[in-house]
């Protein structure tokens, strides 16, 4: 739930916590104040993703969310899914009004904390809403936390931005928390597989991603993703591959200010393009866009 470029994410200095809110803007998830059309609405979300993700979504997501009992029969308890998920990786959920500033979002993350916005969609905006709830953030982002190599690469992230306060560099990790803790994909023996929370918690873009003929799917490289553009109002027009968590972690367990610095330098790569250098998995004609 990074604070994104162009978001309506809280500033630390003229968004104060409110009543009920901490000083790290957490808040009580206060799960027995759902509502039966809450639980409802998460029951659908739940069963139609399940029923669409087998075959598209990396075995690992899967793994998760039975490990983490998150059922389809209504929202769950933060406190319970701590219980398994602090066990497995050192990970907890806490719940959070919407979007949080920018440090206060690092730290969270730099120390296994992983804040979920505690309110739900309504029925209206099953298939598009402007700012992350409850479904995106619990269902999307909380299984592969149980995978230990992703939940070392989400703490290493925390830290990195951390380190990167002042330097003038959120632009370029948002764009690597983008295209993949957002909108990765994944390559496996199988072929091409979601892992990205914006993917696999809409239906429209788990089909869009694997099976539209429009988006470029091109193979991860760190300088290469910070320097893309991307897309917060439609189907991403690029899809960014890995070939494995650990490749992931590996790429991204380094100092980035060297790195800031050179891609100061350069210009930035609008969402649609490819470059000589990329390396092309499938080349997208586009289509949708245009």
Known sequence: MLPLPNSSSLNSESALPSTGVRADF????????????????????????????????????????????????????FARLNELLKDATGWTIVAVPGLVPDEVFFDHLANRRFPATHWIRDRAQLDYLEEPDLFHDVFGHVPLLANPVFADYMQAYGKGGLRASGKGALQYLARLYWYTVEFGLIETREGLRIYGAGIVSSKSESIFALESPSPNRIGFDLERVMSTLYRIDDFQETYFVIKSFQSLFNATAQDFAPIYKELDRRPDFDPGVILESDRVIFRGNGSYHR
């Not at 027995?32 to 087998?54: K, V």
């Open 26 to 77: 957490t808040v009580d998830q206060n799960w027995e104040s759902y509502s039966d059309e809450d639980h409802a609405i998460w029951r659908e979300l739940f069963e139609r993703q399940a029923a669409l993700l087998p075959g598209r979504v990396v075995p690992e997501f899967l793994e998760g969310l039975d490990f983490l009992s998150v059922a389809a029969d209504g929202i769950p308890d």
